[in-house]
């Protein structure tokens, strides 16, 4: 081995070789877990943050189909400037005293079954209804998961929305500050569904009614005056899916 003399034995040159060969092992197998997802996590499964930014203010979001839609450009889905939203700037949706149906802004770009999907949400006012949520593996805006903020009740609910029709799967009394922004976090697993409200588990429920894929939504109802921040979602690794 070059670097041997007699009475002893230095290493310090085959230890720069052996460094340098596995160097160029770790960046052969970074390129291998890029070009074959299957050895490593591929670019799917890492975690996507929504601009909600790409908006003009005082418009609406890009990239969301709103419901219910409006011809002026101050609808009830609207870019805002915000100086307690971790980027300055938020969704809000205005509630319309009159409206029987929720308001949603559905995200167009993906779709998800198995993920983890996070956001803030500040409930600002309202009367009939104050809070909001996030609607998972929606199929129509009449068919989709809710997980849902009650800030009149102060509750944390997961609700199957079918034929526009809703049905509450579980719902938990949590501690939830009008006029405060809060870290809504659902994790989607087959048939199971981890709640979170502020980086604390709040529930684990199951059901298998809707097994496919479906888009993700911003959702509030009534004259609940709501903003979103932060949204973001994170699709499982194939090998963490259950078959």
Same mark, same amino acid.
């Given at each position: ?37 299957q050895l490593g ?15 003009e203010i005082g ?13 002026? /450009?101050? =609808?009830?889905?609207?870019?805002v400037r915000d %100086? *307690?939203?971790? $980027? ?5 949706? !205005?509630? @319309? ?15 998800? /079954?198995? =993920? ?6 500040? %409930? *600002?006012?309202? $009367? ?5 949520? !996030?609607? @998972? ?107």
């Amino acid at each position: 081995m070059a670097g041997a003399r007699r009475g002893g034995l230095n290493v310090s040159v085959g230890y720069e070789f052996v460094s340098r060969r596995a160097r160029s092992f770790a960046v052969l197998l970074a390129v291998v877990c890029v070009m074959c997802p299957q050895l490593g996590i591929s670019a799917s499964d890492t975690a996507t943050t929504i601009d909600i930014g790409k908006g003009e203010i005082g418009g609406p979001p890009a990239e969301f189909e709103l419901l219910p839609r409006s011809e002026v /450009k101050q =609808g009830p889905w609207t870019v805002v400037r915000d %100086a *307690t939203a971790k $980027t300055g700037i938020a969704v809000q949706q !205005v509630g @319309v005293k009159s409206a029987e149906d929720p308001a949603l802004a559905i995200y167009t770009p993906a779709s998800l /079954k198995n =993920g983890e999907i996070s956001l803030r949400l500040h %409930a *600002t006012t309202g $009367t009939s209804s104050q809070g909001g949520g !996030v609607a @998972v593996r929606l199929r129509s805006p009449q068919d989709y998961y809710l997980v849902q903020l009650d800030a009149l009740r102060d509750r944390v609910l997961l609700s199957l929305v079918r034929n526009g029709v809703s049905e509450e799967i579980e719902g938990v009394d949590a501690d939830i500050a009008s006029l405060a922004w809060h870290t809504l976090t659902v994790l989607a697993k087959d048939d199971e569904f981890v709640v979170s409200l502020d980086g604390a588990w709040v529930f684990t429920a199951f059901d298998k009614t809707l097994s496919q894929a479906g888009r993700i939504a911003l959702w509030t109802e009534g004259d609940s005056i709501t903003r979103f921040d932060s949204i973001a979602f994170t699709p499982l690794p194939e090998s963490e899916e259950r078959h």
